[in-house]
């Protein structure tokens, strides 16, 4: 642990901040008293909303369905029926 009083810390405020960006604890006093403590800043979190704003597109017909998927689509008997032998691959 370092510490300081106020006068040395004026004159050295650039060589504390770095020794305590490398984890030294770094107190600085009045009077022989602890006043302060210089700490790093931790990294702020990354903001994961909005971080892909503005990277991709949707063109202009997105809402389009192209004819034959929307038949398909429309077609009330997706499924095979079950009772139905038949082989739809052949």
Known sequence: MTKVNMHEAKSRLSQLVELAKKGEEVVIAKNGK?????VPISPEPKEWFGMDEGKGWMSDDFNELPEDILELMSDPKIFPDETDETDPHE
């Open 34 to 38: 602890p006043q302060a403590r210089i």
